[in-house]
């Protein structure tokens, strides 16, 4: 592929920008390590990851990576509902204008619940869920906890969370169906990271 003048303008001027920290994090955001590692006109053209908030228009691309990755999926409508819920906040990634991943969390009285991360499958360990993970952490830096649910068998969700620092604090019996399975019980303590 060739890139005119005017691209590489444009990639150099993002690329200073987000240097300065004048558009990082969460509006406009681009990985820094694809930074690092591969050349400055591939990254912008190929790996522009933005984490924002949901928006109508995003609930159907949500419902259909839910539908693709759980068993018992919420649809687009509860998605649509979710946006009315004062205490709900889903997060999308976006790459490319096309949405590869989601997290929806419940905040009651700064106890945060990760109802639900997933990153569309062709999408996964790119480190989009890390990205949405992140977003997540700052978002809700000032709450107490952030505690989730996860089935037993999926070791690569329980390492991805490990690995922000979530501990296991207790086990769901038969808590999950489709099929039925025991769910662990992880904590985040947000107070430690302060
Ligand atoms: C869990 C999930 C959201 C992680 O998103 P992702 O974009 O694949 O994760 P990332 O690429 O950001 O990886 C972050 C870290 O997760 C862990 N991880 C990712 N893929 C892994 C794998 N195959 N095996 C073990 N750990 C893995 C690693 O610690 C990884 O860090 P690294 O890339 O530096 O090694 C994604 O795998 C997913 O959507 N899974 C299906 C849905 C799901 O199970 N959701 C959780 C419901 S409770």
Partial sequence: MRYSMKDVNTIYGI??????????????????S???????????????????????EDCE?????DRNTFSTPFSAEGYRRELEDPKATTLVAEE???????????NVAGDVTL????VAEG???KGAGAQLMEE???RFADCEFITLEVRRSNLRAVEFYKRF????????RNFYEKPTEDALLMTLDLSTRR
């Fill in 165 to 172: 620092g979530f501990m296991q604090v207790g086990l769901r």
């Fill in 96 to 106: 490319n204008g096309s949405i590869i991943g989601y997290a929806n969390l419940w």
């Fill in 115 to 118: 109802n639900n991360i997933a």
């Fill in 136 to 138: 997540i952490l700052r």
């Fill in 61 to 65: 691309a949500v419902a259909e990576i």
């Fill in 123 to 125: 999408a996964r360990s």
């Fill in 15 to 32: 690329f200073f920008l987000y240097r300065r920290k004048w558009i990082y994090p969460a509006e406009y955001r681009i990985r820094y």
């Fill in 34 to 56: 694809d930074i690092s590692k591969n050349t400055l006109c591939s990254i912008a053209v190929k790996d522009m990851l933005m984490i924002r908030d949901m928006k109508i």
